[in-house]
Antibody, heavy 114, light 109 residues
Framework: QVQLQESGPGLVRPSQTLSLTCTVS??????????WGWIRQPAGKGLEWIGR???????NYNPSLESRVTISIDSAKNQFSLKLTSVTAADTAIYYC??????WGQGTLVTVSS | QTVVTQEPSLTVSPGGTVTLTCASS?????????PNWFQQKPGQAPKTLIY???NKHSWTPARFSGSLLGGKAALTLSGVQPEDEAEYYC?????????FGGGTKLTVL
């Protein structure tokens, strides 16, 4: 059974870069035809797809976030990461990582505040 | 900017049947949008119920089914149980990006 766990700072200052890591256990992120991605959810609101990484190296991003988002993998650590630059309060949310979309992490709350 | 629209809220009686729909601002939803449906309960991560229109995961209860209906993706719950009370989200593929619907809050009353 594949398991995912998000980690990273819970507080990020405005205009700084949000960086999160998703650690995968129970399977290799470089094997199989899978997409690994990030989704977020502001408190009390709906889900927003951020982007994804395919094992071939292809990435896709939400057009509304594309200029600020990078998703990459560290195959040696069996992890993939999210970087979101120039954050504002609007980026405050629970961030989930997932293997599209069968397995999800528990989510991690990131607050953008000074 | 594509918009995916769901009913904001629906109410169903225990044992009843309810259909949730998912519409696209670009036109009729087809299988090429690979509709997914998720269930989310308070304080929990979403759980995938349906993928690629009508396919179920091993954990998806038989009472949940996905289809295309009148140009929309649809999720039908037959024989609703109290534990089905939750928020339900659909997800559509736009040939380069996914987009979630705003969610439907299903109340079992």
């Amino acid at each position: 059974q594949v398991q995912l766990q998000e980690s990273g700072p819970g507080l990020v200052r405005p205009s700084q870069t949000l960086s999160l890591t998703c650690t995968v256990s129970g399977g290799s992120i470089t094997s199989g035809d899978y997409y690994w991605g990030w989704i977020r959810q502001p408190a009390g609101k709906g889900l927003e797809w951020i982007g994804r990484f395919y094992t071939s190296g292809t990435t896709n991003y939400n057009p509304s976030l594309e200029s600020r988002v990078t998703i990459s993998i560290d195959s040696a650590k069996n992890q993939f990461s999210l970087k979101l630059t120039s954050v504002t309060a609007a980026d405050t949310a629970i961030y989930y990582c997932a293997r599209e979309f069968q397995f999800w992490g528990q989510g991690t709350l990131v607050t953008v505040s000074s | 900017q594509t918009v995916v629209t769901q009913e904001p809220s629906l109410t169903v009686s225990p044992g009843g049947t309810v259909t949730l729909t998912c519409a696209s601002s670009t036109g009729a939803v087809t299988s090429g949008y690979y509709p997914n449906w998720f269930q989310q309960k308070p304080g929990q991560a979403p759980k995938t119920l349906i993928y690629s229109t009508s396919n179920k995961h091993s954990w998806t209860p038989a009472r949940f089914s996905g289809s295309l209906l009148g140009g929309k993706a649809a999720l039908t719950l037959s024989g609703v149980q109290p534990e089905d009370e939750a928020e339900y989200y659909c997800l559509l593929w736009y040939g380069g990006a996914w987009a979630f619907g705003g969610g439907t809050k299903l109340t079992v009353l």
